[in-house]
Structures are given as C-alpha cells and as structure tokens.
C-alpha cells in the first residue's frame, strides 16, 4: 500500500510519479550542510551519478546545484564558451530554441540547425555545418518534451569527434537520463544535463550534471571568468570535489531534502542493472506507441527510431483539441500534458511514461492509462 | 508529539529545525507544475509573500525561484544593472565580499565601503561616499552571517533618499526575512532578497525576492538584455504575474514539494501578527544575550543595537577554537556553527535562533541549548 494519499497519476512528461520512499526523504529532518551525515549523504550521490550516466573516468565531473533543469544550459553557457564563441544547437523542438536563447543571452552565437517537426537534423547536414564553420559546442535535446523526438547520440559523437574533435558535445537529457540509454565514457560525451523531476524521480529543485575532463580542462583554460556567479564552476567545482571526498564546504547552501531525496532514488535505481531500466522503459514505450497506433492516432515523430521511449506525442484527430479530451483523462484518474510546441500546441497532447510508473510492478498506471485514453476518446465521439 | 524522529537540534544560522507539518508538505505528491491545485497553490504563496513583506503597494513584484539563496545576487546583478554601471556595496562582513564578487562577474563594478569586523559602515560616512560617486544600486547585508551584525535599513533609506534619490536600494535579508522588522513599503525598500532555510522555516531550494515598482520601472527600462538566462526577469516576470493571477504558465520547472512547503510556513507565520514574531525573537535574543554576558563571553557586534535576533556570534575564550566546543555541544543534542569570517573563522562560533525553535511554546531548543553550551565550557576547562 502506497503511504501518499490517493491522487490522479501524474503521466506528463515530468514531474512524474515518485515513490514513497523518495517523497519520505523529501520529509528529512533538518541537518547543518556541513555536517558529516549530510555531507557523507552528499558525497555517496555524487558518487552514484557517475553510476547512472555509466563513467568511470575519474576525470569526470558532476554537479548537482539547486535550481531548475534550465539552469543546466546557464552553466554550459557561462563556464564552457565564452562571449562571441559560436555553438551550433541541434533543434527538434522548443527546448533547441530555449538553450539557444540562453547562450545568446551569455553573448554566445548560437547557429541552430533545424530540422521540420517531428523530424531531427540528420547526421550529412550536421557533418556539413560543422565543416562550414568551427564550433565550441555542439548541443543535442536528447529527447524534446515538446514533440517527443529522441535524438542519437552515438552515431552524433562519431561524427563530431571525425570531422570536428575540439567540438564539446553538450546533450540537454533532461527528459532522458534515467529512462533512455546513455553511455558517457563510452560515447564520448562532454556534459549530459538534466533535471530531477524526470525519469530519475525526484521532485523538481535540482539541475544534475555530468562534464568530461575535457570539458573541465576546456573551462580551466578559459580567458575570461565566467560571466555568471550561481552558476559558475569557479565557485562549485572545490565544493563538488569537497562534497564527494566527504569534507564540508561552503558556496551557497545546498537543500539537504532534495539531496537525500536523490540519494533515496538513485540506491532504488542502481539497486538494478540499467540495462534492465532501459529495457522496461522501451518494452513499455513498444507496448503504448502500439495502442496509440491501434487507436488510429499518429505521433509527432514519424520514425519509430525518432520516438521517446519516455514519452508519447499523439496527435489529436480531426480539430479536437486538447481541452476536449484532457478533462476526460482527469476523471479518470488521469493526467497526460497538453501540447508545448507553439505552432502546433492546440493539435496534440503528451504522455510521460518515466520512473516507478513503468518500472514499479506494483503500479497499473500506465495500463489504466491506454485503457482511460480509449474510454475519453469513445466519449467525445472519436470512431477509429 | 513531533512526527520527526529524535534528532539534534540544527541551531545554526540556517537551515533552522522545521516544523512537522512544513516537513509533511515537502512530501506531497506529485502534481503538474501547471495543473490548477499547484498553480493556486503557488499563486496564494506569491500573494502571502506580500504580506510577510510588508507590502501592500500592487507594484512590488515578488519571485520565487528553485536555487539557493546566493541566486538573489545574480538576479539583482543581472537585472537591475548593466555592466559598466557603479554599485556600492557596504560589508558587514563575508557576504559583502561575496555580493560585490558576484556584481563583479557580470561586469558591474562594486565599490565595497567596510566596517571594522564586528562594526558597520556609519550613516556620515555611506553619505559621503553616495556623495563621491554616481551609484545605481546601494546594497547592504541585513545580518551577516558571518558576524551576526545586524544593519539598519530605515536610517539607511532615508539617507539614500535624501542624498541619492535614484539609487535603488537592494537588502540581503537572506538571515533577516521571518525574524527581524521589515516594512518594505514604510521604508522604502527596493529589493529584500531572502532563501527559505531560515527564519522563513522552509528547506533549504527556494531563493525569494521582493521588488519594488521602482526597480521594475529599472529593469523594464534597462537597454541591454539581462546577461543571464535562468536568473532573467525577462523569462520570469511573466511566469510570478500569471502564477499569482492563478494562470498556469511555464518557463522552467518550479518545484511543487518546495513551494506546498513554503505554503504551508507562510500560512503559520500569517496566522498571527507579524509584530509579535518580531517581537518574540528579540525577546528570545535578549535572553541569550544576557546568559552569554552572563558567561564572561563577548559577542562579535560590540554595541547591542548592531546585534541580530536571529543569531549570535560568540568570541570563545582565550586560544579555545571551535572543535574543542562544538563536539561537547553535540554530545548534548545541540548544534552550533563554527565562524565563516575568514579572518576569525577559529575564534568564535555562531549561535542561531530563528523559526521554530523560537517561535513554539512547545519546544524547549533554546533553553537547553544555553544550558548545554555553559555545561560544555566547563567540561572543556573553562572558568568565568
């Protein structure tokens, strides 16, 4: 029996549902940050993120700051180029728009190459662009929450590293760390960021990073100090590094709730191999894009190897808009996200499909999920 | 009876011991960011800020963004000014030294006008240098932390009024806000910053500001883009507009648990008149005051109108450094903080009292606290 009380399944791309355990921690009692149980508690997630992104190199580097999953591309923004660089930003979807907006903001020149809804940048127009100019950073969503694209990574890194090896590549996995395939030694990542609301199933309030030794050797040998102060590795690397070796240091305080919230799910998720977690996920995601298809409905990635394994995008049909079918869904105990793309918001909707809702067997969300999804459509006089 | 289990109790400047039901909402379940019981959630919390604050003018805009507390510089610095532009930054203390530091990374220059350690810069001489030079921006640390002096913001005001009228007025209330006497309209404030760790109650996640109609007439006239993105108005004004107009909105993910908590504070703390719990820290401060005199010991701030309410720094006695103390302290349930003022760091510890150890009759944190800490110099040798 779940401890919290009864509540409609939140299956939206993030925040998703969190376990019991993890929500008790979020309930902590009050600890000094510098004390030794909090900062040994500190120190052991440190050490467990480079579990989940799968690095032994001990020159990677990972971060975790309070803030929102945004504040991720502040720190790739204000620590690893500096102003009037050029980046070039992959886009399928309102997350490539974003973090382009934030380098520019940093005065960073952001080309974004684009690819048409539902589709991503394929791998001879990014081979392209990078021989027409050279790159601090190539950026990757590795799965935008606004269409549902899945982005990859390992063919992506190849090719950077063949045609373009200073190039760091910087993978936005806010809506994939967690539920999708991610090898950071292995595919030669620079930094993978993300959030803790997604798939690793935290409450929201912490930006999470992992950065190579390369990309830390980039930001040790910039010119200029980073044009940010929160966000500056100048201030946070002595406390990462203090934390992780389990001595107390002080930047700015981190929130020892959301730590141990951290702590609690990353012991549950690498209690597992994370083979069988990217397994589930996918058979899970197989099992919904299936009824999704069976309905007669469409998603906005059209090629299966484009779609999230997290999370669904489906098109509604003819003209119904989301406000049509979402109250439905909510009656039932269930409550998928409306549409975030701006020109086409008003013709889909979303279905998150992350963390204990798809890995947790105790849980029927998401088979009471398809099952309300065709009851809501019959409703509002959807024929297939 | 507390839900929580039996631990030390935190009375160190931050974070503070949390009540029960604060800790039960850090644990609630998951919910949309932009779902109608968080968005009025959310929105009510916006509005009760206005309340705690002081403030009934509908043009001062609070914010509430997922970071530690330090994240209030970057957005004073990011949005109020523009690089090139003269601040003047009077330091109590570390945060002084810290708050001009982040000024300076986003290319605003800071003029620091110190104080001796323990003093704070006097009324003729702010006067002269607001004289000297142009300064868009005066700052001043409330309580700093590190030193426990407590500023005084009426004088202060009404100094910059007459002297520099167009010199916006940012205060530090990050160990002040919940414990020490705010009127943000009365005196003419333009922005307090604060975190939610101390005397606000809440875990450690949440940075929290109040601006005033004059400085967001600044910031909506400033020519440049705010050179940050995460610490940008630009992306959240909307958001705080639409969030306490009960309007749901997204720019980067809130979090849920934290803000149901701050509620959850708020809605104690607004229960009764904010007077009496000014006045019940100053009470209480006094009492310890007192018991510290009363030991032969000497607080850093000599005159007692530099002395905070919410802390207290004590000057150990003769050569005795903090971990001769502090684990004896600690044997006893209570825990004090070590000094952070670089100069002094091992002379002194630092004492807090804000939130709930002060503020209910239930708890008996301070009393044993001053017991503990006369037992535990005698343990260690010392004689008054």
């Known amino acids: ?6 509540h409609p399944a939140v299956l939206i791309p993030g925040p998703v549902e969190f376990d019991d355990a993890v929500l008790q921690a979020m309930g902590h009692y009050s600890e000094p940050h510098t004390g030794a149980p909090f900062v040994n508690c500190f120190g052991d997630t440190l050490s467990m993120l480079r579990k989940l992104f799968i690095t032994e190199d001990p020159a990677s580097q990972p971060f975790v ?24 930003v992959l886009h399928t979807g309102y997350f490539g728009d974003s973090f382009a907006d934030c380098f520019e903001s940093y005065g960073v020149n952001a080309t974004q190459l684009k690819a048409p809804i539902g589709d991503r940048p394929q791998l001879d127009e990014i081979e392209k662009a990078l021989k027409e100019k050279s790159y601090k950073i190539i950026t990757v969503t590795h799965v935008d929450t606004s269409t549902g694209v899945l982005s990859e990574l390992k063919s992506l890194s190849e090719l950077v590293h063949r045609v373009s090896p200073d190039t760091l590549i910087a993978v936005d996995g806010v809506c994939s760390v967690g539920c999708e395939e991610i090898r950071f030694d292995d595919w030669k990542l620079d930094v993978v960021l993300t959030a803790s609301q997604k798939a690793i199933g935290v409450p929201a309030g912490l930006s999470i990073l992992m950065v190579s030794g390369k990309a830390m050797d980039r930001f040790n040998s910039r010119k200029s100090r980073p044009n940010s102060y929160f966000a500056s590795w100048k201030n946070w690397l002595p406390i990462m590094q203090n934390y992780e070796a389990k001595k107390p240091s002080y930047f700015a305080t981190p929130s020892p709730q959301l730590v141990h919230a951290l ?8 209690s597992k191999p994370l083979e069988e977690r990217f397994a589930i996920h996918k058979e899970t995601s197989q099992k919904i894009k299936k009824a999704i298809t069976e309905l007669g409905l469409k998603q906005i990635p059209k090629k299966p190897e484009d779609q999230a394994n997290g999370m669904t995008t489906i098109w509604l049909p003819g003209g119904m808009a989301p406000p049509e079918i979402l109250p439905n869904l909510m009656k ?4 998928f996200a409306g549409g975030l793309h701006k020109e086409i918001a008003a013709k889909y909707i979303r279905f998150g499909h992350m963390g204990v809702s798809v890995t947790d067997p105790k849980r029927s969300d998401i088979d009471h999920a398809i099952a309300a999804l065709k009851t809501s459509l019959a409703e509002v006089g959807y024929k297939n």
């Open 332 to 335: 039932k105990g269930v409550i």
């Open 65 to 88: 700051l309070s803030g929102s999953g945004t504040l991720g591309w502040d720190q790739v923004a204000t620590n690893l180029v500096e102003p009037g660089d050029n980046v070039l």
């Open 1 to 6: 029996m779940s401890t919290q009380p009864e």
């Open 263 to 270: 702590h609690t799910s990353l012991t549950q998720i690498l």
